[in-house]
């Protein structure tokens, strides 16, 4: 009788547990897959709308990183921190601009998140990957065009780097700093050259940036 009961008891803990397992599995595939009903049913019903993942992606960071507009806008909407952070640091905007998509971007800074944060910002991630959509509404939206990473990235230099030269051509029309340079003392110029992208090279110097390496002149 007693070992009927522990059973029994054993069987009605772990039958909670593994509902709350598979709610939580449904939610967070869910935000993955846009599926905005299911979130908006699972939430109703008690489920954190800031629920994350094992990495600390929030259901508006895999929904906004997957270009799921719809998912982003009801997340907003259900008061989801905009401005959380997973477990890399990175934000919902800047997963959606380094992405390109848009349409998710624009919800997201109607919504209140942040366009400029400390470190690598939307506007360098959507530099750095070549997204010009996107970093063309960021700079209207006020973003930061010399704001700059740990190690001195800004957006120029990062689209240095990827050889985005409308990028760069926007960046520059908005007074980006060419004299900006990474911890290594290599400049937006630098960069290109580095990376062959000769034509963001040229681009650059004839905004009046130089070559921030030293140069060593021997003296006889």
Do not use: C
Not at 17 to 32: E, H, M, R
Not at 95 to 118: D, I, Q, S, W
């Amino acid at each position: 009788m007693i070992k009927k009961f522990t059973f029994t008891a054993a069987v009605a803990l772990w039958l909670p547990f593994s509902a709350f397992a598979a709610t939580y599995d449904d939610l967070i595939n869910s935000a993955k897959m846009g599926d905005t009903r299911e979130v908006a049913e699972i939430v109703s019903k008690g489920a954190s709308v800031d629920s994350t993942d094992i990495e600390g992606n929030t259901l508006l960071m895999l929904a906004a990183r997957d270009g799921h507009v719809e998912t982003v806008s009801f997340l907003i909407k259900a008061r989801a921190k905009v401005n959380a952070r997973n477990s890399a640091g990175d934000t919902a905007l800047r997963l959606a601009a380094f992405r390109g998509h848009l349409k998710v971007v624009e919800a997201l800074v109607t919504g209140g998140a942040a366009v400029n944060t400390p470190g690598w910002t939307p506007l360098a991630y959507a530099a750095f990957n070549g997204q010009t959509e996107v970093a063309q509404y960021l700079i209207k939206a006020g973003a930061d065009v010399n704001a700059a990473s740990e190690n001195g990235t800004t957006p120029l230099i990062a689209a240095a780097r990827g050889g985005h030269l409308e990028i760069a051509k926007a960046l520059l029309a908005n007074k980006a700093d060419t004299a900006k340079a990474l911890d290594t003392g290599e400049t937006a110029i630098d960069v290109a050259l580095k990376f062959q992208n000769t034509d963001i090279a040229d681009l650059v110097r004839k905004a009046g940036g130089r070559s921030g390496r030293s140069v060593t002149i021997e003296v006889r």
